[in-house]
C-alpha cells in the first residue's frame, strides 16, 4: 500500500515542478530534450514538473544544468516542510 504523502512536502514539490516547467518553458526546450541535456528518462521529467517525485540532489543539478541555470536558483525560497520541533537532536 502506498504511503500518504505528506501535503507540505507535496507543495513544496509542485513548486519545485512549477519553477521547471517554466524555465523550460523559457528556453522553448520540450521534456525530451531537457531530458537528453540532463541525462535522466524524459517520463521523469514530467513526473517531477508534476510534483510526483522527490529529485535526489545528484538529478537536481543534473535537471539545472540541462536548464542552464544554478540549482540553488530552483530550490531558494521554497517552503519548507514542518519540522518535528519535538524531535531528539
Known sequence: MAKTPDPELAKMLRELGS???ARRAELEI???RLAARA???WTYVGQVERGQRNPSTANLIKLAY???LDAGKL???LPVPTIDKDRPW
Open 19 to 21: 519553477r521547471i516547467r
Open 30 to 32: 520540450s521534456q525530451e
Open 39 to 41: 541525462g535522466v528518462h
Open 66 to 68: 540541462g536548464l542552464q
Open 75 to 77: 530550490v531558494s525560497g
